[in-house]
């Protein structure tokens, strides 16, 4: 099997990274942006701008019938999730690969409840720097996918399908030996970093300098750290300074989604993060104090939304 169409549901920021990327290096209608009527409406009335230009991709109705899509990646929100799986429907075939972008450790598993297992491959997008305000998205960072099975010492078919598809587009990527290792540390990141940066009203560049907002951010993933080695992850400070110095590549300027959510007034992913931390902590019998401050300030200040 080779890659020929792709279909992308959420056109956040990594849904309009991804879309200009793919419609540059495929034909238009190969690549697919499913969305709603009064969406398709809004983005072709205002347009979707990506550094300045304005990009028309190809919109397609979730009822809308056609071949299944080859491969389909979601970059929705988790709160958007279970609708998302609904508009997807129709680009799911028999041999449609399917990747998600989600924040977390959980959405590979609900989408595969869905699809199934044997569609899906793990998957995490980092070290992106992309700052997306109503229709304007700018970035300097496209960062990469990193994706696979849990275990890659040996390639599956799928994920050299992919790869294949990704070197034929020039698409940044990684395939890491240990997916599940790789998903707890964005994790981490994402946990220590959305946060941090949205309670604190900074910026990357606010907590890659010494200070307290970087000192919460770092005890917020260090309680992470300790989750990891009681369900068997088992994350180190190794880990910890792999994903600070992808912390220091990105545009001091940039901010992550919860920073952005906040700044429009919408809802976060809080429980995603400390949410899902806290749970944790409770079951396994560890302490996650950075975490329960941090989840109770967003609530607080989500409070006027």
Same mark, same amino acid.
């Given at each position: ?17 991804? *879309?200009?990327? /793919? ?7 190969? #690549?697919?942006?499913?969305? +709603?009527?009064?969406?398709?409406? !809004? ?119 992919? *790869?294949?598809? /990704? ?7 990684? #395939?890491?030996?240990?997916? +599940?290792?790789?998903?707890?540390? !964005? ?119």
């Amino acid at each position: 099997m080779t890659i020929k169409t792709v279909s992308i549901i959420g056109l956040g920021a990594l849904g309009i990274m991804f *879309a200009k990327h /793919f419609s540059g290096n495929l034909p238009k209608n190969d #690549v697919r942006v499913i969305a +709603n009527q009064s969406r398709i409406q !809004k983005y072709e009335r205002n347009g979707i701008f990506c550094n300045g230009e304005r990009y028309n991709f190809n919109y397609v109705l979730p009822e809308s019938k056609q071949k299944p899509a080859d491969l389909l990646i979601f970059c929705v929100k988790f709160n958007q999730l279970q609708q998302a799986i609904e508009d997807a429907r129709h680009q799911v075939g028999e041999h449609t690969i399917i990747l998600s972008a989600l924040n977390g450790i959980s959405s590979e598993e609900i989408i595969g409840k869905t699809f199934g297992m044997e569609k899906m491959l793990y998957c995490v997008a980092q070290g992106m720097d992309a700052v997306k305000i109503e229709n304007k998205l700018t970035y300097r960072n496209m960062g990469m996918i990193c994706f696979g099975e849990k275990e890659n010492t040996v390639w599956s078919e799928k994920v050299t399908i992919v *790869a294949e598809f /990704f070197n034929s587009i020039d698409f940044p990527y990684e #395939v890491p030996i240990n997916m +599940n290792h790789r998903l707890w540390g !964005k994790f981490m990141l994402n946990t220590g970093v959305n946060q941090t940066v949205a309670v604190f009203s900074t910026n990357y560049g606010g907590i890659q300098v010494e200070g307290e907002p970087r000192n919460v951010m770092i005890a917020a993933m260090r309680e992470v750290i300790a989750l990891s080695c009681k369900v068997g992850i088992n994350l180190d400070e190794s880990d910890l300074t792999y994903w600070l110095n992808v912390l220091a590549n990105l545009n001091p300027l940039g901010m992550p989604s919860m920073r952005q959510d906040m700044a429009v007034n919408t809802k976060t992913e809080v429980e995603l993060f400390s949410g899902t931390v806290i749970e944790l902590g409770r079951q396994y019998h560890v302490p996650t104090p950075i975490n329960d401050w941090l989840y109770h300030k967003v609530l607080e200040m989500e409070k006027d939304f």
